[in-house]
């Protein structure tokens, strides 16, 4: 049974740090090539906030770049976020998704979300 069991979500004060990570277990033998993290305020759309692949080249919305830092560990197949000077813009609920190739065909999976909340 596949499982992203994302963590580290919780409440700060603007300006504060948390750490997030994602750990993922039960896949299938494919090829995994990018981890990422998206997020969902409440009444908006899951947006995109940052990805790392294999070759651990990383990419961030503009919103959170030079805030946030994506880093994995690929032994452990786990990625991790850590957010410093989050904003009250940052609170949403946080998700880890991994995308694969199994063969010729694409596979992604997702974290049931951990929820972060940035009060001003």
């Known amino acids: 049974q596949v499982q992203l069991v994302e963590s580290g979500g919780g409440s700060v004060q603007a300006g504060g740090s948390l750490r997030l990570s994602c750990a993922a277990s039960g896949l299938p033998a494919c090829d995994y090539h990018t981890m990422n993290w998206y997020r969902q305020a409440p009444g908006k759309e899951r947006e995109f906030v940052s990805a790392i692949n294999a070759a651990s080249t990383t990419t961030y919305a503009d919103s959170v770049k030079g805030r946030f830092t994506i880093s994995q560990d690929n032994a452990k197949r786990t990625v991790y976020l850590q957010m410093n000077s989050l904003k009250p813009d940052d609170t949403a609920m946080y998700y880890c998704?991994?995308?694969?190739?199994?063969?010729?065909?694409?596979?992604?999976?997702w974290g049931q979300g951990t929820q972060v909340t940035v009060s001003p």
């Open positions: 998704k991994i995308d694969g190739v199994c063969g010729v065909r694409s596979r992604n999976y």
